[in-house]
T-cell receptor, first 112, second 117 residues
Framework: GNSVTQMEGPVTLSEEAFLTINCTYT??????LFWYVQYPGEGLQLLLK?????DKGSNKGFEATYRKETTSFHLEKGSVQVSDSAVYFC???????????FGAGTRLTVKP | NAGVMQNPRHLVRRRGQEARLRCSPM?????VYWYRQLPEEGLKFMVY????????ESGMPKERFSAEFPKEGPSILRIQQVVRGDSAAYFC???????????????FGEGSRLTVL
């Protein structure tokens, strides 16, 4: 079945450092890919998405490119801020099966 | 335009009691998903429902857990005879028919945090 594997955390960075959180997927069909973010004490919010190969999703300085050849959707940000501290979840949806699956989540802590 | 509403936000139960968690999806949404998040762990899929129908319950424990989404009213996740290991945050998400009309985006509630004493 469909699944998502993402880099285990926790990840601790200093402010203004470069961030990469790896995500790879296994899927039949043509899934859409997502990154969700969960701030402390809150539910998940959509951060960005890409619906087909080579699409780049971007929001709030975060980017991820849908790479079909490597089945990856790595999250990047050039300069993190303390306010980016949260848990980040990679996810995929397979519209043919109405199926939505999440990775285990990666906790990011950014220190001033 | 209210988002996904979950209640209660916090629930405390003693071992052996029942827990009922409610989720009202966003207006116009007919698909509901339940996920469980254990402390310091990721999000685990439990069940996916449409109105009056369970579509996928492959993530639900075989015993004590049940879910429903009636024609009228909220979706309910029911845990009977709770044990300490059931302590977790339970998140509900909703989408329009066909997984958000093709975008696949889910809209999450703020979660219900169950503590079993």
């Amino acid at each position: 079945g469909n699944s998502v594997t993402q880099m285990e955390g926790p990840v601790t960075l200093s402010e203004e450092a470069f961030l990469t959180i790896n995500c790879t997927y296994t899927a039949t069909g043509y899934p859409s890919l997502f990154w969700y973010v969960q701030y402390p004490g809150e539910g998940l919010q959509l951060l960005l998405k890409a619906t087909k190969a080579d699409d780049k999703g971007s929001n709030k300085g975060f980017e991820a490119t849908y790479r079909k050849e490597t089945t990856s959707f790595h999250l990047e940000k050039g300069s993190v801020q303390v306010s980016d501290s949260a848990v980040y979840f990679c996810a995929l949806s397979d519209l043919d099966n109405n199926d939505m699956r999440f990775g285990a989540g990666t906790r990011l802590t950014v220190k001033p | 335009n209210a988002g996904v509403m979950q209640n209660p936000r916090h629930l405390v139960r003693r071992r052996g009691q029942e827990a009922r968690l409610r989720c009202s999806p966003m207006k116009g949404h007919s698909h509901v998903y339940w996920y469980r998040q254990l402390p310091e762990e990721g999000l685990k899929f439990m069940v996916y429902l449409q109105k009056e129908n369970i579509i996928d319950e492959s993530g639900m424990p075989k015993e004590r857990f049940s879910a429903e989404f009636p024609k009228e009213g909220p979706s309910i996740l029911r845990i009977q005879q709770v044990v300490r290991g059931d302590s977790a945050a339970y998140f509900c998400a909703s989408s329009p028919p066909g997984l958000a009309g093709g975008t696949g985006e889910l809209f999450f509630g703020e979660g219900s945090r169950l503590t079993v004493l």
